[in-house]
């Protein structure tokens, strides 16, 4: 090979690294800001494994320098993404009630309502959040028998995207709703589980960040979640949160007390949107389970859900005893 195409080999390798390096420092340090490093950064798990391709160009043609640097790029992905892969099982998971909590969203409430009543069912689950809720949703759900497996309900339906709901097999007290900024409700509620301390939930559905117009409601919508409170009620958030892991405004939230249950669980990378047969890009992790840090995880799952373009989340919780 010639002087000259060697010099132009190395000019294109460090240009394949330079975008690799620079979605890294962007989520290393925080720095997306609207429109569309917002919508973008959503897929670096992906851009972490992609990133390994300069990498191994740039050892198999030797370029020592340029191998350096991509292999700094890889090793800051691999921070920032690998620990959801992996179980954090340090001190184990203390006895303690069992709670089993889902979340779904039902694209308007089209998502299909047997199949939810089974998972519930199937599950053994004391609350179930619902996102997306609407009148016709309330009454499939109904009709699926829903209200006979968790017979009580905090409810606001509503005709577009914004209604919410918690269902719970045990009584709901201090029922009510967060209105966002962003237009969307939140249902909530307070819960006793047996033996256990006081529960707080509440069904999370900030708005979605799709463009400019939008990414300034988001970014208030998720100011809005309530923290934990250390000294009260154990707080469980769920729901569809338009927002991943690698969203600085999203671990904002996650700070206020919390960890992400599929996170603990090494569940972290389990994808939940979009999975609607009309859509063909790449799937993200938007639909979390926050539990305050009190909680143990014992295990997250996602269960694909008919007619809907989210995936249900499904944990297993385990409660501080009440007075512990």
Not at 90 to 98: D, H
Not at 196 to 222: K, N, Q, T
Not at 275 to 289: A, E, I
């Amino acid at each position: 090979m010639t002087r000259q195409r060697r010099r132009w080999l190395t000019v294109l390798l460090w240009m394949l690294i330079a975008p690799f390096a620079a979605w890294a420092a962007g989520r290393v340090f925080g720095l997306e800001s609207g429109y569309p490093t917002v919508q973008l950064i959503a897929f670096t798990p992906y851009a972490a494994v992609i990133s390994l391709v300069p990498l191994a160009l740039a050892v198999l043609t030797k370029r020592i320098w340029a191998a350096v640097a991509a292999a700094g790029v890889a090793v800051a992905f691999a921070v920032c993404v690998l620990p959801r892969w992996i179980a954090d099982t340090g001190g184990g998971v203390p006895a303690g009630p069992t709670l089993r909590v889902m979340t779904v969203n039902m694209l308007y409430g089209q998502a299909d309502p047997d199949q939810i009543v089974r998972l519930v069912r199937d599950g053994d689950v004391d609350l179930l959040a619902v996102q997306e809720y609407t009148e016709a949703g309330r009454a499939a759900l109904r009709a699926a028998g829903l209200e006979e497996a968790l017979p009580d309900a905090v409810a606001y339906p509503r005709a577009d995207a914004g209604g919410s709901a918690v269902y719970s097999r045990f009584p709901l007290a201090a029922k009510g709703y967060r209105h966002l900024a962003g237009g969307f409700m939140q249902a909530h509620a307070s819960v006793q589980v047996p033996g256990a301390a006081e529960v707080y939930v509440e069904s999370a559905h900030p708005c979605a960040p799709m463009g400019r117009a939008s990414d300034a409601c988001w970014l208030a919508d998720l100011a809005e979640q309530p923290a934990a409170t250390p000294g009260g009620p154990v707080n469980v958030l769920m729901g569809d949160f338009n927002s991943t892991l690698d969203h600085k405004a999203f671990r904002r939230v996650v700070a206020k007390g919390y960890d992400d249950a599929a996170d603990i669980a090494g569940a972290g990378l389990s994808t939940s949107w979009p999975y609607d047969d009309r859509w063909y890009f790449p799937s993200v992790t938007l639909d979390h389970v926050l539990a305050d840090k009190r909680v143990a995880v014992r295990k997250v799952v996602v269960h694909r859900v008919a007619g809907s373009d989210h995936r249900a989340v499904y944990a297993e919780l385990v409660l501080p005893k009440a007075g512990g």
